[in-house]
């Protein structure tokens, strides 16, 4: 990895990957036992209200993360601009997408997931400021991100610690979903400020750039939206014909392989990215030797955590969860081995934010969307939460490889990297 890689590199990857590694350890303590104390039912709610209000969250962000992190890289003097103008961004599409959940919950009848929706929705206020994580990766000091992740999650275990030793409800635990955002943001704030690179005086949104930026991100909203759309069909499905135990049972091994594995290759790839970035524009070679690098590296941890949940999955659930998870054991068989794909698709994405070609991440996904509607259908309905893990797996599948090899441009651009 160093051979390719500066040590600037490696250090950025240390620190997205500690973190990482430190919320799966305090995951695997607390989260089991918040899933115990709430129960599948209050679970499935919970995480349906997430995952619908996902659907909208590339509203929130605009796909500007990929983006803006690309512009500080190839003009670092103008990041002041960029940050101010992608805040104010997604402050307004907020407020547009508040104001549309609020007003459709005046006109309906009064939901018992109403307040949910709207703790979960206000929790992306403070959200925003993530903007900050756009100059931070640009530069590479993860350091401040591990810091401040870090730090919140201390807070956050403590008092999720606290909820389920006073057996609090679901509302408790939405709003420290809240919360943890707001720790973060602040912890950013006062850094920047420190290091004096935050002057908000300086902070003033540009209807130019703010053009250019949305005209850039626009395949990746798109994309974005059929993603969160896919992920989430299977949890409609299953609540349409098995209720919140079943979405309660499913978010268990979401949470195991998505919350607590695969974000470590997501975190790596990330931290990873600026370093690609620049090769792209200096040099051509280099940036295909560290894609092919970096295509090793994700190879191998998905392989592990595939064979790790194949060997220990029914241990982590016996021992760490109550029986009425035992349910879970069979979909995280199936759906371990989803990284695999997952993992060579975002390395994928970042190749084609290098080379603005992002309309195929929209084809891609409506490919991966197509197919898991059409597997939710068949399969859910016959093999319940099985089903959901069988659909999701191979419609990453579809949507990671089955497109590459079909597009016959990014066919051959994958096949000279890895070659």
Known sequence: MTSVFSK???????????????????????????????????????????????????????????????????????????????????????????IGIIFYFSLTENSPLKGLYLIIAFSYLFKLTDVFEYYLLAKKWTKIIFISKITSLSVIVVLQYYGVKNQFDVYYF???????????????????????????????????????????????????????????????????YHGDHANGIFATVQFLVIGLSWNIGFAIINALYPSLAESFQKNTIHYQNKIKVLFKIMLVIGLFIGVFYSLFGNFILDSFFIETYAEAKTPLLIFCWAPLFVFIGMIYEKHLVNTNDLQKNVYRFILGCVSNVILCYFLIPIWHVNGAAIAVLLSHFMTNIVYIFLDDKSRKEVLAIIY
Request: hydrophobic content about 55%.
């Open 174 to 240: 939405a709003k420290l979903i809240a919360l943890d955002f707001f720790i973060q943001g602040l912890i950013y704030s006062i850094i920047l400020k420190h290091k004096k690179l935050l002057i908000i005086k300086e902070w003033k949104f540009s209807w130019t750039l703010g053009k250019s930026l949305l005209k850039m991100s626009f395949p990746l909203i798109l994309s974005n939206s059929l993603i969160m759309f896919y992920i989430t069909i299977d949890e409609l499905f299953l609540k349409f």
């Open 8 to 98: 600037k590199d490696f250090v950025a990857t240390k620190w997205f990957t500690l973190e990482k590694i430190i919320q799966l350890v305090t995951g695997v303590y607390i989260v089991p036992k918040i899933f115990s104390a709430l129960g599948t039912v209050d679970i499935g709610k919970l995480k349906f209200v997430e995952s619908v209000l996902g659907m909208l969250t590339p509203i929130f962000f605009l796909g500007l993360s990929a983006i803006c992190i690309r512009e500080i890289v190839f003009n670092p003097k103008r990041y002041q601009l960029i940050l101010a103008t992608a805040f104010y961004l997604r402050l307004i599409s907020w407020t547009a997408v508040l």
